[in-house]
């Protein structure tokens, strides 16, 4: 761990890296390394930015030319797939790099939503129905009809947790999980 720089030293080496000294030069006069040198100017408000290797550039490099070449009608996720990367990763890493080449596809995506999944009624959140004293009880009785947790919270609009939760105030026996199979939803039904 290196020893804290005084203020004084921290005001010295700012006020050297706005005259044109190099981070480097200064990481050797001070004896720290060069990226410890860069934290002590950040917190002086001077931001340093990294040089790139000669490789890593070259990757950059690569990467834009696969991209630019990938991009014409594909989505991002699936240049993703192409090129063996996380679509979350890709996204990031063009907004860096390549920020108007990322910012035309976006648009072109929106473009491709808009025209292609108009709002539609059944792609709507149904709304939540109020839990009256009737309808919990109903939902008790839906529940020993056979029907699963999740199809009840679907018809009523709230989530399996919140009816899963009614069910055990209720006390009503909960199937255990292999007991959700057809055969055994048959049987209720009949007996």
Known sequence: MYPRTEPAVLTAMADMFRRGCSVEELADIYSL????????????????????????????EVRQGQIHLLCARRTVAQMALHLGLR??????????????????????????RAVASP?????????????????????????????SIAAIARHYGHHRTTIWRLLRLQ?????????????WLRAVREG
């Open 33 to 60: 390394s060069v990226r410890q040198v860069q934290r002590r100017l950040a917190r002086r408000g001077l931001h340093v930015k990294r040089r790139r290797t000669a490789a890593v550039q070259l990757a950059i």
């Open 87 to 112: 679509p979350r990763y890709l996204r990031l890493w063009m907004s860096r790099h390549m920020p108007s080449l990322y910012e035309v596809m976006k648009a072109r995506a929106r473009e491709q």
């Open 171 to 183: 006390r009503v026996p909960l199937r255990p999980r292999t007991a959700r199979s057809p055969m």
């Open 119 to 147: 709002t539609r009624d059944h792609d709507a959140p149904r709304p939540r129905v109020a839990l009256t004293r009737w309808r919990r009880g109903q939902i008790g009785r839906d529940y020993r009809a056979g029907y």
